[in-house]
């Protein structure tokens, strides 16, 4: 069983938690904490984990030295959630190395960067449109197609990046 976790490097907060004996935790954290919400189910319930980043090499180079010390079976991919080719090609090798995956925890985020909204550029808001919107969408479609072609279950968390309230500016 694999479990597929997109995660932000900004927010450091993890989805990994919980697996099962043989499940993956792909994390696009990149770096490693080991407790509840921080992949603490790689120690405790014996998971592997795919660790996946955008620019954080080291911190996810790090994760995937941690993991193997725990003798466990780690992937490291660097992705961009906002390129749905990436995103495939992340899916591909996860169920290519790891096996078909079964929990998908969408918890990655851009946010705006507390820019106030009249100095927001056009393309500043594209680039958040496209990892907080369509990286979540690439994701889940490419969870729910290798679902289907490996059979019914799996289980999908959508993580949102905040819910307080921000002032306009």
């Known amino acids: 069983m694999s479990r597929v976790s997109r995660t932000s490097a900004r927010s450091g907060k993890g989805g990994c938690q919980g697996e099962a004996p043989g499940q993956t935790c792909c994390d696009h954290r990149g770096r490693f904490r080991d407790g509840p919400g921080h992949g603490g189910g790689v120690r405790q319930r014996g998971g592997s984990r795919a660790v996946t980043f955008h620019t954080d090499e080291e911190g996810a180079q790090e994760t995937r030295r941690r993991v193997e010390d725990l003798r466990r079976r780690a992937l ?49 808001f594209d680039t958040v449109t496209r ?39």
């Open 76 to 124: 490291m991919q660097q992705v961009d959630v906002r390129d749905e080719a990436s995103v495939a090609l992340l899916f591909e090798a996860v169920q290519r190395e790891l096996g078909p995956p079964d929990i998908l925890v969408n918890n990655a985020r851009m946010g705006s960067g507390g820019s106030p909204v009249a100095e927001t550029t056009t393309e500043d």
């Open 131 to 169: 990892t907080d919107l369509y990286g979540p969408f690439f994701c889940r479609r490419e969870f729910i197609r290798h679902r289907k072609a490996t059979g019914p279950g799996g289980r999908i968390l959508n993580i949102t990046s905040c819910l307080r309230p921000f002032p306009a500016r």
